[in-house]
């Protein structure tokens, strides 16, 4: 009897001791869990150019996302049309020739140009004796010579030529066809059309021989040296715009390069079908970018800016929906040992990562900033 309850008190002593070694090997394996040690040579970090690194404030804007297009104003996009309709004689220019302010785009040739300066020249000549009848009249009527109806009869003839001969020279003015020259007897069947400002012709609608009416577009000259951004913003967004506001924005065919722009016009009304307002920035160095027209891109409007502790955004790991860093845990003269810590992140901006946590480290605590995901992705 006594010799089954002492190997039963054995028996249940081994069991204890079994447990115990048990539980305490179950805490060191979570501690190591959680720490996550990581050596790394000093000849490692520099052959793999990883890079070490501290937590930093950087700037973080809260953004309202928008697309829109390159655009000019208005004022640097003109439509050629002529005044009169007419036979194209030349046109020297193809789509991509420079122009400037003032050089002939095309000539128009017409018989009705002929006609309406004889007009001007008939009238002209007649204006001189119906003026010299008037004054005459007038002076008959002072002095109670001639009747009152002679002298309105003149005064009625001198008026109504006088308003067709200006008519006519305002006419020949908008057509570009000298008013010295016609008085001077020079009569011309062709007129010119004139670039009204410097830049790129855009389109071409004529050739040589063509007619064109007043309705016409003949060609499109735009001057792209000041280009701006023309963005729809949704209407949830736009009491957020303001005026100066900074523009940072790419073009999808070169999402390697950011550019930058501001906020110069919001609008005030609203596209009903898409709920967008329109937003006009202006570039900043926009003589130095090779941007064309109509070019797609994708803006976003800065509206504020918070400071706050952050990390390159390649210090960072992404693991099982959570997020760590690599920071040195010690470090001597053969190389370093890191463990691997959970951060909490917020918004990312200009290759930097938001860092909430970042009270439970120190301003003096080293991180690596460049490499880590090499490192993790070995030990996991």
């Known amino acids: 009897m006594k010799s089954f309850q002492y190997s039963t008190f054995l028996l249940s002593m081994l069991?204890?001791?079994?447990?115990?070694?048990?539980?305490?090997?179950?805490?060191?394996?979570?501690?190591?869990?959680?720490?996550?040690?990581?050596?790394?040579?000093?000849?490692?970090?520099?052959?793999?150019?990883?890079?070490?690194?501290?937590?930093?404030?950087?700037?973080?804007p809260l953004?309202?996302?928008?697309?829109?297009?390159?655009?000019?104003?208005?004022?640097?996009?003109?439509?050629?049309?002529?005044?009169?309709?007419?036979?194209?004689?030349?046109?020297?220019?193809?789509v991509g020739n420079k122009v400037r302010k003032g050089q002939v785009l095309a000539t128009l040739e017409n018989p009705e140009f002929v006609e309406m300066q004889q007009s001007y020249l008939e009238l002209a000549q007649q204006l001189?004796?119906?003026?010299?009848?008037?004054?005459?009249?007038?002076?008959?009527?002072?002095?109670?010579?001639?009747?009152?109806?002679?002298?309105?009869?003149?005064?009625?003839?001198?008026?109504?030529?006088?308003?067709?001969?200006?008519?006519?020279?305002?006419?020949?003015?908008?057509?570009n066809i000298s008013i010295k020259a016609v008085e001077a007897g020079n009569i011309t069947s062709e007129i010119a059309l004139y670039a009204p400002?410097?830049?790129?012709?855009?389109?071409?609608?004529?050739?040589?021989?063509?007619?064109?009416?007043?309705?016409?577009?003949?060609?499109e000259i735009i001057n792209t040296d000041h280009i701006h951004l023309e963005l729809a913003v949704f209407e949830k967004d736009i009491l957020k715009i303001k005026e100066g506001q900074k523009i940072v924005f790419h073009i999808p065919e070169a999402l390697e390069e950011t550019f930058e722009a501001e906020?110069?016009?919001?609008?005030?009304?609203?596209?009903?079908?898409t709920r967008t307002v329109k937003v006009h920035g202006h570039l900043e160095d926009d003589e130095n970018h090779n941007f064309a027209l109509g070019m797609f891109v994708d803006a976003q409007i800065i509206t504020e800016s918070n400071?706050?502790?952050?990390?390159?955004?390649?210090?960072?790991?992404?693991?099982?929906?959570?997020?760590?860093?690599?920071?040195?845990?010690?470090?001597?003269e053969a190389g370093y040992v890191f463990s691997q810590k959970e951060v909490t992140i917020g918004n990312s901006f200009n290759g930097f990562t938001m860092i909430k946590?970042?009270?439970?480290?120190?301003?003096?605590?080293?991180?690596?900033?460049?490499g880590a995901f090499n490192l993790i992705g070995a030990e996991e």
Request: hydrophobic share 40%.
């Open 63 to 94: 953004v309202v996302q928008s697309t829109g297009m390159i655009d000019v104003p208005p004022q640097s996009r003109a439509i050629i049309s002529s005044f009169a309709g007419g036979y194209v004689q030349k046109t020297p220019l193809l």
């Open 263 to 273: 906020v110069h016009l919001v609008g005030t009304s609203i596209d009903t079908k």
């Open 357 to 370: 946590n970042a009270n439970e480290f120190t301003e003096n605590d080293l991180f690596l900033v460049k």
């Open 15 to 60: 069991l204890f001791m079994s447990c115990g070694e048990s539980a305490n090997k179950s805490e060191n394996t979570a501690i190591t869990l959680e720490e996550k040690l990581i050596e790394i040579s000093k000849a490692q970090l520099e052959g793999s150019k990883m890079q070490l690194g501290k937590l930093s404030e950087q700037s973080f």
């Open 197 to 219: 400002i410097h830049g790129s012709v855009t389109k071409m609608n004529i050739s040589k021989g063509t007619y064109v009416s007043p309705a016409d577009e003949i060609m």
């Open 128 to 175: 001189t004796y119906l003026k010299s009848e008037y004054d005459r009249q007038k002076t008959l009527v002072e002095e109670q010579i001639s009747s009152q109806k002679s002298f309105l009869k003149a005064e009625s003839n001198y008026k109504s030529a006088l308003a067709v001969y200006n008519g006519l020279k305002k006419k020949l003015q908008m057509l």
């Open 307 to 332: 400071q706050a502790l952050a990390l390159p955004v390649d210090a960072i790991i992404t693991m099982n929906d959570k997020y760590y860093v690599l920071l040195i845990n010690s470090k001597d």
